[in-house]
């Protein structure tokens, strides 16, 4: 066996050696693409398993466009390389070797290597106005066997890559932050060094201002990357790694743009995905991740970095390629410079616009979601996480139906927010899909095990609100007050103030509930957790959506509470509605549910079936045949009746799957023989005709 594997080495080493067959034609492809010199470093794996490239099977590989030796080993030896980067310059190589933990630079021909520093080196910047080159590096954490640092505090240091004894501080955070954790793809640098891509860590892709400034969180997901200019122009993965998730500075939602459309991809995913030096070109590898079939990929954007323009493949071969970085000589920054502000004014940047008392800020998971460190409540981004079946909606708010969202916000933290004031404010936008309830369900909570502080919920339509108080003689309770008159599927801005004295309700700007509450403050309050929907697994729940969540340590006042209504309406006005169609289609072809495990560390997962229209209930349909995508594995369980029988018709309840950026960062298992066909997304159950009694 032993013996079989070294022939097997070897005969991959011998590939290697031969791939500059052919080499002139991919430099000359690669050259023409640029327009410019241009360098490529990337790891292939020997042993051809080594799916993430972590294992000490690995050869570095380099092809210089005008050095006429094609695609190449720089280093003679394989190993346990790790992430290799071209230094901005473009004539050397930082790279790491996690067996001794430390990371080492060489010249771009692999003479002159030498140890820098311990740590794994994870980007290279040089400074616009000195020249000098630094490398950054994660100077804790121990590789882990999914490709990033174990997780917990990983700060990063900058090392000038000359005179490795000067060190900066980087980012390091303190574990309380919610942002001590950084994986390691991608963090890139803009030109100006202000500001880093980076995971917060998986899935919270994110954009952080240096040195340990505000971090921007954008959506969920991975492979993230920042433009090598100063646009600040963002992009992360989406979930069945076939998009980028492309952010302009300062926009709330982000574009799709597609990278499964180069050669040899055929629609399937791709991973490794990075900028260049130059903002228009980025490289990848794919399709799939590692194995034979990996290939390394150099695409060309657009001017408006809407689609990918041309692409050059630099490989073609039985290797798997992994971890690529490219350098094309002559690239200058551009784009804007300085800091612009976040957004504009209907922007989530904006949102919300009374800041002060402000302890927790949450409008939807595409938002800032920042609070500003003032007296007694330090500088925190707020964020809620799904539990059970609850997941995110159209306007990436919480669809709490089937499942519950807890916060960052809780225990003694959330109680001294509010000890100093003993008053607050909750502001949230609430849709309720069902108004016949003859329960009191709940909307949301702030609780401890054994006892419930606040209580907001819902019986039929009306709203029920409940909350614990001390008064000089005891303990005691509000009584729960009902107000508002609700409609199913109409959202309504809902504010809460309560202060000594007073419970005052609102619903869109209006006083809704005014009760006396006595004298009674908010010290028998006791730690708990702040739940949005019912926590409570075995009840049915509520069904509904929640967003635009705000809490304060004081009683708003009523000009404030109609200023907040009427920002909540008109971004309510502002909202686009995806067009939704009925249809009768035949199964063709069904992708097989994966093992949760399979999918890890996603929790959830979507899968895709393709189908042929049979006929259109309501609606419009243009497709003769599609694909449709739906949930399949929710909290790492198959869901009841998510498999689906090929030949049997179904109506389903369809959207265009570009219309829902809530779920384009999930993962989808698509194993189908046809991929470039519309794609649609499943926003009901979809029914076989038995069962449809036709």
């Keep these: 066996m032993r013996r079989y594997a070294c022939w097997l080495c070897l005969g991959i080493l011998l590939v290697l050696a031969g791939r500059a067959c052919g080499d002139g034609d991919v430099a000359a492809e690669v050259r023409a693409l640029t327009g410019a010199r241009t360098r490529i470093v990337w790891l292939a794996d020997i042993s051809g398993t080594d799916s993430w490239a972590m294992g000490r099977q690995l050869a570095l590989m380099g092809l210089d466009t005008d050095d006429g030796k094609g695609v190449h080993r720089i280093l003679p030896d394989v190993g346990n390389y790790r992430l290799p980067l071209i230094t901005p310059r473009g004539n050397r190589i930082v790279f790491t070797l996690p067996v001794d933990h430390r990371c080492y630079i060489m010249n771009w021909d692999g003479t002159g290597q030498h140890a820098l520093v311990s740590g794994l080196a994870i980007a290279v910047w040089a400074d616009p106005t000195t020249g000098l080159e630094w490398v950054y590096v994660q100077t804790a954490g121990d590789i882990d066997s999914n490709r990033s640092p174990a997780r917990g505090v990983t700060p990063i240091f900058r090392y000038q890559i000359d005179h490795p004894e000067v060190c900066e501080p980087v980012w390091t955070k303190d574990l309380d932050s919610g942002d001590a954790a950084v994986d390691i793809d991608n963090v890139q640098l803009s030109a100006d060094g202000t500001h880093a891509s980076g995971l917060f860590p998986w899935p919270r892709p994110g954009i952080a201002t240096l040195p340990n400034g505000p971090l921007i969180v954008r959506g969920s997901g991975c492979w993230t990357s920042l433009a090598p200019d100063n646009s600040y122009r963002f992009w992360h993965s989406d979930g069945p790694h076939r998009h980028l998730m492309m952010y302009d500075w300062g926009a709330d939602h982000p574009r799709a743009v597609a990278i499964d459309t180069a050669p040899g991809i055929e629609g399937k995913s791709v991973y490794f995905p990075r900028w260049s030096n130059h903002p228009r070109f980025m490289v990848m590898t794919g399709p799939g991740i590692g194995g034979a079939d990996a290939d390394l990929y150099l695409g060309k954007f657009t001017a408006d970095f809407s689609a990918i323009e041309k692409w050059a493949r630099v490989t073609h071969d039985q290797i798997g390629d992994a971890w690529p970085d490219a350098w094309i000589a002559g690239a200058s920054p551009a784009g804007k410079t300085g800091t612009p502000a976040l957004g504009g004014p209907d922007s989530d940047a904006a949102w919300p616009p009374v800041r002060d008392g402000l302890v927790f800020a949450w409008s939807r998971r595409t938002g800032q979601n920042m609070v500003d460190a003032t007296e007694g409540i330090r500088q925190r981004h707020c964020e809620v996480t799904p539990q059970g079946d609850a997941r995110y909606s159209l306007t990436n708010g919480m669809n709490l139906t089937g499942g519950w969202f807890t916060t960052n916000l809780a225990g003694k933290e959330l109680l001294a927010a509010l000890a100093t004031s003993q008053a607050f404010s909750l502001e949230a936008l609430i849709t309720p899909e069902d108004t016949a309830t003859t329960e009191v369900r709940q909307i949301t909570t702030i609780a401890a095990p054994n006892a419930r502080n606040f209580f907001l919920g819902q019986h039929g339509s009306r709203f029920v609100i409940w909350c614990r108080t001390q008064y000089p003689e005891g303990d005691t309770a509000l009584k729960p007050c009902t107000f508002g008159a609700l409609t199913a599927g109409k959202p309504y801005h809902v504010l809460v103030t309560y202060e000594p004295g007073t419970l005052t309700c609102y619903v869109n700007g209006m006083l809704a509930l005014t009760s006396n509450a006595g004298s009674g403050d908010l010290r028998t309050w006791t730690p708990g957790s702040w739940y949005f929907g019912d926590n409570v697994p075995a009840t049915s729940g509520w069904h509904g959506t929640v967003e635009g969540v705000a809490l304060y340590n004081r009683a708003l006042r009523p000009r ?106 999930e993962n989808v298992t698509m194993d189908l023989s046809v991929f470039d066909l519309p794609m649609f997304y499943e926003v009901r159950p979809a029914r076989p005709v038995q069962a449809a009694g036709k």
């Design 560 to 665: 404030e509470v109609r200023d907040l209504a009427q920002q909540a309406a008109e971004r309510v006005a502002k909202r686009p509605t995806p067009p939704r169609a009925i249809v009768l289609a035949t199964l063709l072809e069904a992708t097989a549910i994966p093992a949760p495990a399979s999918i890890a560390p996603y929790k959830h997962g979507l899968v895709a079936h393709r189908y042929r229209l049979a006929h259109v209930e309501n609606g419009v349909c243009a497709a003769k045949e599609f694909i449709a995508v739906y949930w399949a594995i929710r909290d790492r369980t198959v869901l009841p009746d998510s498999t689906r029988t090929p030949g049997v018709q179904y109506y389903l309840t369809l959207e265009p799957y570009d219309a829902h950026e809530e779920i384009m960062s």
